[in-house]
Nanobody, 124 residues
């Protein structure tokens, strides 16, 4: 079965950094576009970043551009999200997702598989 398992969440002070990881299994990882989404209490799940399966193009929400970096290691079947200059409004559960096809990588319904999420809390 396909599994996406996030790790690395936790509590960090505003201005600090954190890296979350997502380890995938049960799929041909290199063929999937990988995305990160986040969801805060009472809010819709929102797109954070994506890295395309071919070419490695990276895309970011405006709210995180310049602060977050998405990367992947196909040999390890892992996608990462490096988060710098964290703000309290970044507090959310962060989810990774995998999409086999499609181009609307900012749209949750584009993704075939989801992890369970990891909590990131940024204190002021």
């Amino acid at each position: 079965q396909v599994q996406l398992v996030e790790s690395g969440g936790g509590l960090v002070q505003a201005g600090g950094s954190l890296r979350v990881s997502c380890a995938a299994s049960g799929l041909t990882f290199s063929l999937y576009t990988m995305g990160w989404f986040r969801q805060a209490p009472g809010k819709e799940r929102e797109f954070v970043a994506a890295i395309i399966w071919r070419g490695g193009g990276r895309y970011y929400a405006d709210s995180v551009k310049g602060r977050f970096t998405i990367s992947r290691d196909n040999a390890k079947n892992t996608v990462y999200l490096q988060m710098n200059s964290l703000k309290p409004e970044d507090t959310a559960v962060y989810y990774c997702a995998a999409a086999l096809h499609g181009s609307k990588w900012f749209f949750p319904k584009e993704y075939d598989y989801w992890g369970q999420g990891t909590q990131v809390t940024v204190s002021s």
